[in-house]
């Protein structure tokens, strides 16, 4: 089992492109979810997906847009990428809602211009 | 305002000794708690995790405590490991309400041979 897997590794925008970072696992898990972490910083949540067909926004969510595919896949979309997003970004999953382990991806590194 | 806040940002300690890292918190609704590990360029992985209900949960060399009343939580790893030297980030969750974790900024241990 791979887990949860992330696509590109790394990726470097000039302000205003736009991308989507892709994340998949292969556990089963029900909730997913996108974090990113600056410099000095915790995980802050982005968006959130408890169960396949539902988002939700997390702490952090303005500049970003989310869709689950299906109850592997869950993706993070930047529409028109600023400076401010420069940061790593680490999609995980859990397989009870809320409160327990979340198991992570090895995160996307993104560089805004 | 920060809900989980580790006030070490980094911590030396000589192998084979004990490592204490600690947590407060000040959101009364978290009643779950993780502590999360993690090396340079890889996602957090997950170390142990206690409920509000009970006040220590160990695993090997790595034991949590909860101190409800002072809204404090402390890792203890004994005894200390060169392989422990990383990020160490403590994590909460309120289980009644939004999902996803929310992290502190971490504290980077060291372990000296």
């Known amino acids: 089992n791979a887990g949860v897997t992330q696509t590109p590794k790394f990726q470097v925008l000039k302000t205003g492109q736009s991308m989507t970072l892709q994340c998949a696992q292969d556990?089963?898990?029900?909730?997913m979810y996108w974090y990113r972490q600056d410099p000095g910083m915790g995980l802050r949540l982005i968006y959130y997906?408890?169960?396949?067909?539902?988002?939700d926004k997390g702490e952090v969510p303005n500049g970003y847009n989310v869709s689950r595919l299906n109850k592997r896949e869950f993706s993070l979309r930047l529409e028109s990428a600023a400076p401010s997003q420069t940061s790593v970004y680490f999609c995980?999953?859990?397989?009870?809602?809320?409160?327990?382990?979340?198991?992570f991806g090895p995160g996307t590194r993104l560089t805004v211009l | 305002d920060q809900q989980v806040k580790q006030n070490s940002p980094s911590l030396s300690v000589q192998e084979g000794r004990i490592s204490i890292l600690n947590c407060d918190y000040t959101n009364s609704m978290f009643d779950y708690f993780l502590w999360y590990k993690k090396y340079p360029a890889e996602g957090p992985t997950f170390l142990i995790s206690i409920s509000s209900i009970k006040d220590k949960n160990e695993d090997g060399r790595f034991t949590v405590f909860l101190n409800k009343s002072a809204k404090h939580l402390s890792l203890h790893i004994v005894p200390s490991q060169p392989g422990d030297s990383a990020v160490y980030f403590c994590a909460a969750s309120a289980g009644g309400g939004a999902d996803g974790l929310t992290f502190g900024k971490g504290t980077h241990l060291i372990i000296q041979p």
């Open positions: 997906s408890a169960s396949e067909g539902t988002t």
């Open positions: 995980a999953s859990s397989g009870v809602r809320g409160g327990h382990e979340q198991f």
């Open positions: 556990m089963n898990h029900n909730s």
